[in-house]
């Protein structure tokens, strides 16, 4: 049925409400068959008594004189006029009786049971099966009494033919009473459940919407029953769901402005540290390059000056300073491999190992550390491989290495040193950085992390070494970077996983 389309609740409600008055329509329709069935057959019996008190009184005589011939006469004449009575039984107390059919008569010593069951002081009637009709026949039974003696019965047998038709027309009449009922049960429960399921129809549509992102539909079902009143909290709820849909899309979009507006501040931040490592490295070149140099100008100009003069300088020494030139030159060229693998942008996780990329590390700023007379002390105390990013992870530890120079030469220390003591602990591989220059006091100690902190001069100090540091080992490599003072100086701690992470 189209009206039932996709309204599952429709047809339940609409079920349940059918079911329901079809059972009680039922019910009454069986006994409304019953009374009436009941009905017909007294009317039937009403017929009888009039039939059998007419007999009785124009057979008065002929009971009373005992004349059978007269009861017979009689009789037969009846039945002549009457075509529905198929017999007539006079039954007497205790004598013989007069059973009469329409064409025979006899006179018998007994009758059947099914006769006399029913002969009682009152009139009474039932459909039996006539043992001398052989057929199917209604049959009342009436009292003979004459002045308060009981003379017998008299038994009528009626044919069927109108129980029949009265019951056949009761039978037609119910069928249309019933197509009637029925037409109007199916109209009274499509509307009853229409009544009831077209707000939760309504409900159901727009919860659909909802799903589907649209919030601007409300209820518009309006009864002070509970329905009503779950239309109307429904709406409340919309209500509420559009607004805090509308703040959530305005607080999303602050959010990605946030967003984009902190990678931003952290593109910028690496751009920064980059350049500030480049600075540290230029400072670093400088130092490195200034011995090689030196060979290669003194060789240079000590040829030079020679060759002006006109001297003959023997093939040996001349060999000994090209050497020393081609050494230089080659010590530059490989430095500037080394620098430039420091700056490589290689982002791959590896399993690496540690000690090797301290020495790197110290190689690089070896010409600087002598030059302000700092010295390095190792313990290598593990060999495991760490995993993480290799490059990155000198630049951490060049920026930690840096900060203890800038420390020992700001503190004026005697005699700088650096500690650099490798170990494991709980599956880490960890470097631990100590230098002597009276440690890191409390209230900067805090801080050292924090993007832009420095608490060296404008020139000198960006404030970013650390705070990228930290980024690296922790959120590239989730390692740990942690501060704290000894009784000499401050101490880093870099430690790296040995073991890849399960989450990679
Ligand atoms: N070894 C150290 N001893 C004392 N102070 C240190 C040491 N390392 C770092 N600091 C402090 O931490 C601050 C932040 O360091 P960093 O982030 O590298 O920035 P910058 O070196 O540019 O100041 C430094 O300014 C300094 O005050
Ligand atoms: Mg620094």
């Not at 609409?14 to 009317?43: A, D, G, P």
């Not at 009861?71 to 007539?88: G, Q, R, T, V, W």
């Not at 590390?361 to 302000?372: A, G, I, N, P, Y």
Request: aromatic letters at 12%; a positive charge.
């Amino acid at each position: 049925m189209v009206f039932f389309k996709n309204k599952k609740i429709l047809v339940k409600i609409f079920k349940v409400i059918f079911l329901t008055i079809m059972l009680f329509s039922f019910i009454f329709y069986i006994y409304m068959f019953f009374s009436q069935k009941k009905e017909i057959i007294k009317s039937l019996s009403l017929e009888a008594n009039s039939i059998a008190n007419i007999i009785v009184y124009v057979n008065t005589d002929g009971i009373i004189l005992n004349d059978g011939y007269k009861i017979l006469d009689y009789s037969k004449n009846f039945m002549e006029k009457d075509k529905s009575i198929k017999s007539i039984i006079f039954s007497k107390t205790n004598e013989k009786n007069y059973v009469i059919k329409r064409d025979t008569w006899s006179y018998e010593n007994k009758i059947d049971d099914t006769y006399t069951n029913l002969e009682k002081d009152q009139p009474s009637y039932k459909i039996i099966y006539s043992p001398i009709l052989k057929e199917k026949v209604f049959h009342y039974v009436f009292p003979i009494i004459f002045s308060d003696t009981k003379w017998g019965w008299l038994h009528i047998s009626v044919s069927l033919d109108k129980y029949n038709k009265l019951l056949e027309n009761m039978y037609g009449n119910f069928i249309m009473f019933f197509l009637l009922i029925l037409f109007i049960i199916i109209c009274l429960s499509y509307f009853i459940a229409k009544l009831f399921a077209e707000p939760i129809i309504h409900l159901n549509e727009i919860t659909k919407n909802i799903a589907k992102g649209q919030f601007e539909l409300r209820s518009n079902y309006k009864s002070n029953d509970e329905l009503g009143e779950l239309a109307n909290s429904f709406n409340h709820m919309l209500q509420k769901i559009e607004l805090s849909h509308k703040e959530l899309k305005k607080s999303n979009k602050q959010l990605k402005s946030e967003i984009q507006k902190g990678f931003r501040r952290e593109a910028l931040l690496i751009q920064q540290s980059r350049l500030a490592a480049m600075g540290e490295m230029i400072g670093n070149i400088a130092h490195q390059w200034r011995q090689p140099l030196s060979v290669i100008t003194t060789a240079a100009s000590g040829m030079k000056l020679i060759k002006e003069l006109g001297i003959n300088e023997d093939k040996k020494a001349e060999v000994e300073k090209l050497t020393g030139i081609i050494n230089s030159s080659n010590y530059l060229s490989k430095t500037i491999d080394d620098f430039r693998n420091f700056f490589k942008e290689d982002k791959e996780k590896e399993y690496f190992n540690i000690k090797q990329k301290v020495e790197d590390s110290l190689r690089l700023v070896k010409d600087t550390f002598e030059f302000h007379f700092i010295k390095v002390e190792k313990n290598y105390t593990t060999d495991k491989k760490a995993y993480g990013i290799s490059n990155e992870y000198s630049q951490a530890l060049l920026n930690i290495l840096s900060n203890a120079k800038d420390a020992v030469i700001l503190n004026k220390i005697k005699e700088p040193k650096i500690k650099i003591y490798s170990f494991e602990k709980d599956n880490y591989v960890c470097l631990r950085i100590e230098d002597n220059a009276g440690g890191i006091k409390n209230n900067v100690i805090k801080k050292i992390f924090d993007p832009y902190f420095t608490t060296k001069h404008k020139s000198q100090g960006t404030g970013i070494g650390l705070y990228m540091s930290k980024v690296i080992i922790e959120q590239n490599m989730h390692g740990k970077l942690e501060v704290e003072n000894s009784k000499e100086g401050a101490v880093f701690t870099i430690s790296l996983p040995i073991k890849k992470n399960t989450f990679e």
